[in-house]
């Protein structure tokens, strides 16, 4: 009994949290369809791989008359790529490498497998792989935790948490929060498996600080009515990086979106808790996102203060920061670009949010300059190079500032999402060229000394990216003034040499009209 527990917990294919449950036996009501197929809420281009990892609905829609995925079931075979049935061929994609980094490996096949593995979904198949059960439950109403390497991700059944005597501070994740007995569950305990894995203990890099007080209890935590509050429903706990910063907080939703690959569930019928045990508030410029993983409001950990609480279904998703995580500061193998996650996760958000392609129009290419009313990194002659640009006819100019008192974050991504040719200085807000169409191309106009950024990001997303190259053709301000450090390139400002942008920017133009996926690309033109 208990090996068959502790098989249901581990099999990817039967998730904690799975989407609705589905009968391949039912009948239902005559006219009426046997699943609620609209609750799945993703991409056409993503539901036979869907379909691959949730067969019980696969099973349904081929009995159920009313099922509008009935031409995907020819393709059952489609797959992401990490699970243990999915054979190369029919992956969802697969990286281009162009040339072989030697400090890494010796072929492209290799590079590619690298690639494959460091950032995309070969990334969500070794999270899975390493996933353990920590505390093994001996009846089905028991507890469990199961964690991958470092409590990097864990699944819990039936958590218990008392908050009732919880102190709070100014520190957002602070470390002996919870004493022994306060965090736990009913489940055979490994103490020696579990107090194994705190070697990347840190705020954004792992759960171990959370965890490392989970105990054996006593009691069966719902069963024996032990909380003042039952969490009936999934909840994903998030330790969440700078809400302010697009860079940073997009490493929040990337990494819950991997979190519900390993977890097999889309749903958006569950709760997000913000893990923080500071007494503060959380500022949030992008909270419309949400709407793309809960169709609730995110809930603070501190709205359960002073109850002993309890969750039939939690995860604790991957992390912002982690080592070799993604994507802040991941080291990545050079030559290779265009990961399957980072698009669908784009395609994934911008299906949820309502946000589409609606262009390009009248054989316009359409060219977006993002600006900035920051104090440093301004483009001191922007109107000039706007009237350049305006010389090109083929081109639709426009100049944006993406302040988010004046243009919601929605309206940011309907205007990203349509641009064709993104032009900025580095800054967070270039992070938008996650959600540009795949044909487009992104212009770090300066990367100001740092030149992997936005460079690797481009990588993991796919689109094409150039930056300025002639020092000489680029005037700053002044030497810059970084308030501790003295002189430096990202707190000053700039001028461009007219002659060189243009050349820069047809440069990414003609990229863009021979991307095969350009929809103008039959009306090419002299450009």
């Keep these: 009994m208990l090996m068959l527990l502790v098989f249901g917990i581990l099999l990817h294919g039967i998730s904690l949290s799975s989407q609705e449950e589905a009968s391949p036996e039912a009948h239902g009501i005559p006219g009426e369809p046997l699943f609620n197929y609209a609750s799945i809420r993703l991409p056409e281009e993503h ?22 995925y009935k031409k995907h079931l020819e393709n059952l075979k489609y797959c992401w790529g990490y699970e243990d049935s999915c054979r190369p061929e029919f992956r969802f994609s697969y990286p281009v490498c162009t040339y072989v980094d030697m400090r890494w490996t010796d072929t492209l096949e290799s590079a590619q497998d690298t690639f494959w593995n460091q950032a995309d979904f070969g990334y969500a198949g070794a999270r899975l792989r390493e996933l353990r059960v920590l505390c093994q439950p001996e009846q089905t109403s028991d507890s469990s935790l199961v964690c991958s390497r470092y409590l990097q991700h864990c699944r819990a059944a039936n958590l218990y948490l008392d908050l009732r005597n919880i102190r709070r501070n100014h520190d957002r994740f602070k470390e002996d929060f919870f ?16 107090m194994s894995e705190g070697q990347r203990k840190s705020p954004l890099q792992s759960w171990f600080a959370e965890l490392q007080s989970y105990t054996q209890l006593n009691f069966r935590p719902v069963e024996d009515a032990q909380c003042d509050v039952v969490v009936e429903k999934p909840a994903y706990f998030m330790k969440l990086d700078a809400g302010v910063n697009m860079y940073h907080h997009f490493c929040d939703f990337l990494n819950l979106y991997i979190t519900q690959h390993v977890s097999n569930s889309f749903s958006t019928d569950v709760y997000i808790v913000m893990w923080d045990t500071s007494s503060y508030g959380y500022g949030d410029l992008f909270s419309d996102t949400w709407k793309a993983f ?8 501190k709205t359960y203060d002073s109850k002993r609480v309890c969750f039939k279904e939690a995860i604790f998703s991957l992390l912002p920061r982690m080592r070799y995580g993604l994507f802040y500061n991941t080291p990545l193998i050079s030559g290779c670009q265009n990961t399957g996650l980072f698009r669908a996760f784009s395609q994934h958000v911008l299906y949820r949010l309502n946000v589409t392609q609606e262009g390009p129009k009248n054989g316009k290419m359409r060219v977006t300059i993002l600006a900035r009313s920051t104090e440093y990194r301004k483009i001191l002659n922007q109107n000039e190079l706007l009237n350049a640009l305006k010389t090109v006819s083929t081109f639709e100019v426009q100049v944006v500032d993406y302040k988010y008192k004046e243009l919601g974050f929605l309206d940011q991504l309907k205007i990203t999402h ?28 300066y990367n100001c ?25 680029v005037f700053p301000q002044d030497k810059g003034h970084h308030p501790t450090l003295g002189e430096h390139p990202k707190f000053t400002n700039y001028s461009f040499d007219v002659e060189e942008f243009m050349y820069l920017v047809l440069q990414a133009a003609d990229h863009v009209s021979q991307h095969p996926k350009w929809p103008l690309k039959k009306q090419h033109d002299e450009l």
Excluded at 179 to 194: E, N, S
Excluded at 294 to 301: A, E, F, H, Q, R
Excluded at 453 to 461: F, G, K, M, N, S
Aim: glycine share 10%; proline share 4%; hydrophobic share 40%.
């Design 47 to 68: 539901i036979p791989f869907f379909l691959h990892n949730n067969g019980h609905i696969a099973k349904v829609c081929k009995k159920d008359s009313h099922c509008p």
């Design 179 to 194: 004493q022994t007995g306060q965090i736990g569950g009913h489940c055979k305990l490994d103490v020696r498996a579990l």
């Design 294 to 301: 809960t169709d609730y409001d995110v809930i603070p950990l």
């Design 418 to 445: 349509n641009t064709d040719i993104f032009i900025g200085m580095h800054g967070a807000g270039l992070t938008h060229l996650l959600f540009l169409p795949d044909w487009a191309a992104v212009f770090e106009l």
């Design 449 to 473: 000394g740092d030149e992997r950024c936005y460079l690797d990001l481009a990588r993991l997303r796919g689109v094409y990216y150039i930056t300025w190259q002639r020092q000489n053709k």
